[in-house]
């Protein structure tokens, strides 16, 4: 069976109408005003009965997922125009591409797996934060070799999930696997100027609000959504989200509408992305297979954002995205596993008061990305890792009991508590290290 | 409970951890939520708390008020030989020893509470936490509450592989001028002269440290302590190995 690979990032431009489609190690630009697909870096999906449309290609053409794009931004000028984009993979490569061009302007080796970019407002340099927990520096345009060039701002021994640079590019602010919110002086990350303290589960998602933007929207496993006051690490207001989609689930269930496979099946959430609007001071939020996008806006008297609606999907929402116009676009997988003729974008029109309408699948700024974007696939990765990032919650003392059941002696049981199934043997050659770090990656 | 000590040889565990893997800990969501008052029983302020949680958006449990705070840390203490010694010396500073590997921690507990016992009034500002500091100290301290942090001969990690699992490192020190108030004093210790070296690096290499010249370490009252109180000294000593010290202070920002 073919599957069509659905959109997993989405990134739309600060000041232009360019929404950028990420697809496994590939990615195509659409023009949000048109609807029409400008660049691609690979052949343009058809089914043999339409005609292609005209675009620009931009190499590499090369296939393969092996190496999907896990992060990418743009050099978002907050009084110009950014021409800039970045990206990182699985393939621990670091590339520059111009957008007016469209073409990879260069391409270097990173040490480890990037999951957060930043430009620095005067496009200087490129700021990535990476699985191991550490964050660099680079030049933008450099010929000298990595070892030269690459500087090492900061770093957290637990796993940073997510990286953003304020505004102001005053600080840079990272979040961890262990509950940690981290302010630190940029460039100078050695220099700590707070924590945000509150959270009780993995992070997943930083946010900072461009309209007030000392304030800093982060989520993850918790069961809220915290809003902070981020450079003195004070908490201002946490919203609760699982008792909101809770709610939804059984109106769902009240009429009738079969939810069996797409409500998460634990008590736990897991929030995919926050994406924002200055149009309207609206924020959205994606949350693990639950198949609709919270809305909220804001309070800006009280500085509080406040739930106002959902927007139900069919499919469970991969990632989202606001234009300029404040229409918000949302990828999803489809319900049935990506069925080739369901739609992978869909447009919530912004209307007047406050209200979203849904755009027909024929509507001209999604026809084309829908009947032309991303390829066919034969098996469809995994979309959902974010729930991944949870910790084992069993008690250390059950897991050591439960290994002397087992026979397996306590010392090693301690010192890898969350891997009781290979754990060394007593006297063996501990090959704990890389088996270990490999697993651990694998479960980011 | 008798006060009765006790023995080392039923504590005894690997001397190296994990610092990365997922170990069940129990620490504070912040350093505001966490209560001292079961640590140092003997330093509880008699002043009510209640008021001061109003502020807060998240409702937070009263903690009994402490008179104190912690001030000394102990980084990967062992069995707690500086703290014992300490204790004494210093009866009015609280000392906090933190231990990753259980049974260490145990024994270290156990000692505590058997001492408390034997000498009334005595080593009521001295406890331990089985903790992973390179992933958890700012859960505990405040920015600028220690003055005094010891690492004292920790886990060499050999292996360039391993590097990062090493204590001091550029991006833990970070952490460490965090919860160290300016002029606060680093203190480390090592038999292995290639872990030294890596500290001293390190830490000259940080803008917010300063070394602490040998004439003037000598003359810290807390050094003999440092060289001899603790397992891996004694051992040290035993088989007539060197020892490296270097100590650094923490200095402001520029």
């Known amino acids: 069976m073919a599957y069509r690979l659905p959109f997993g990032k989405l990134l739309h431009h600060l000041t232009r109408d360019l929404l950028i489609l990420v697809y496994g190690t590939h990615f195509q630009a659409l023009d949000t005003s048109t609807g029409a697909i400008i660049a691609s870096t690979r052949t343009l999906y058809s089914d043999n009965t339409d005609a292609i449309p005209q675009i620009k290609y931009i190499t590499p053409t090369t296939d393969g997922q092996e190496a999907s794009i896990r992060a990418i931004t743009f050099h978002n000028k907050i009084d110009g125009d950014g021409s800039l984009l970045a990206s990182s993979g699985e393939d621990k490569l670091l590339k520059v591409w111009d957008i007016k061009e469209w073409r990879l302007l260069n391409t270097r080796p990173v040490p480890k797996r990037v999951v957060s970019i930043a430009f620095s407002e005067d496009g200087s340099q490129i700021v990535t934060a990476d699985k191991f927990g550490d964050v660099y520096s680079y030049p933008i345009n450099s010929t000298e070799s990595i070892e030269n060039t690459s500087k090492l701002l900061l770093g957290h021994v637990s796993m940073v999930t997510d990286m953003v640079l304020t505004p102001n590019n005053k600080f840079v602010i990272t979040a961890d696997r262990d509950e940690h ?15 945000c303290f509150g959270h009780t589960q993995f992070l997943s998602k930083l946010h900072i609000l461009p309209w007030d933007s000392d304030l800093l929207l982060s989520a993850g496993g918790d069961d809220f959504i915290a809003l902070w006051d981020y450079v003195p690490g004070r908490l201002i207001q946490t919203l609760d ?11 769902a269930n009240e009429s009738n509408i079969d939810t069996t496979d797409t409500v998460p099946e634990s008590k736990n959430i897991a929030v995919m992305s926050i994406s924002s609007s200055n149009v309207m001071q609206h924020i959205a939020i994606i949350i693990e297979k639950f198949p609709g996008v919270l809305i909220l806006n804001w309070d800006a008297e009280q500085r509080h954002v406040k739930y106002m609606q959902t927007l139900s999907l069919n499919a469970n929402p991969l990632d989202c995205a606001y234009d300029l116009r404040g229409n918000l676009w949302v990828s999803s997988s489809s319900k049935n596993g990506g069925n080739i003729d369901e ?51 069993t008690d250390w003392r059950e897991q050591k009991n439960k290994h002397e059941d ?3 002696p306590e010392e090693a049981s301690e010192e890898s508590t969350n891997e009781s199934v290979s754990l060394p043997k007593k006297n063996a050659r501990p090959k704990g290290d890389s088996k270990r770090k490999k697993k651990r990656i694998k479960t980011e | 409970m008798s006060g009765k000590l006790p023995q080392k040889k039923f504590f005894r565990q690997r001397a190296h951890s994990n610092p990365f893997s997922d170990h069940h800990l129990d620490y504070p969501k912040s350093p505001t939520e966490m209560d001292w008052s079961t640590h140092y029983p003997a330093f509880v302020s008699e002043e009510n708390s209640s008021e001061l949680s109003l502020n807060a958006p998240i409702k937070q449990v009263d903690r009994p008020l402490m008179k104190k705070k912690v001030e000394f840390a102990d980084l990967g203490c062992g069995y707690g030989g500086l703290l014992f010694s300490l204790s004494t010396l210093y009866p009015e500073t609280l000392m906090l020893g933190m231990e990753i590997r259980v049974k260490v921690e145990e024994y270290v507990r156990e000692k505590i509470i058997a001492l408390r016992l034997q000498h009334p009034g005595q080593y009521q500002n001295i406890s331990i936490i089985r903790m992973n500091v390179m992933k958890f100290l700012p859960n505990f301290f405040e920015k600028g509450q220690l003055s005094k942090m010891f690492f004292l001969f920790p886990d060499p990690h050999f292996k360039t592989r391993k590097h990062k699992a090493r204590v001091i490192t550029n991006q833990l020190l970070a952490e460490y001028a965090y919860v160290l108030r ?4 680093i203190y480390t210790i090592s038999d292995v002269k290639d872990l030294h070296e890596w500290m001293v690096k390190h830490l000259d290499e940080h803008p917010l440290f300063e070394r602490i010249p040998d004439e003037e370490v000598e003359k810290d009252p807390i050094i003999p302590f440092v060289r001899t109180d603790t397992e891996e000294g004694k051992k040290v000593e035993r088989n007539k190995g060197e020892k490296f010290l270097a100590c650094y202070r923490r200095i402001m920002n520029q």
Do not use: C, W
């Not at chain 1, 919110?181 to 924590?195: C, E, L």
């Open chain 1, 406 to 408: 087992e026979g397996v």
């Open chain 1, 343 to 393: 739609g992978l974008i869909t447009l919530f029109l912004r209307r007047d008061n406050n209200k979203y309408e849904k755009a027909s699948t024929d509507h001209p700024v999604v026809y084309q990305i829908n009947k032309f974007g991303t390829m066919k696939v034969d098996v469809l990765p995994d979309l959902y890792t974010t729930s991944q990032l949870r910790k084992d919650p």
């Open chain 2, 182 to 185: 300016v002029g606060g004093i």
């Open chain 1, 241 to 251: 989200i699982k008792n909101l989609i809770q709610n939804q689930v059984i109106e």
């Open chain 1, 181 to 195: 919110i981290r302010v630190s002086q940029f460039p100078k990350g050695y220099n700590i100027k707070s924590y």
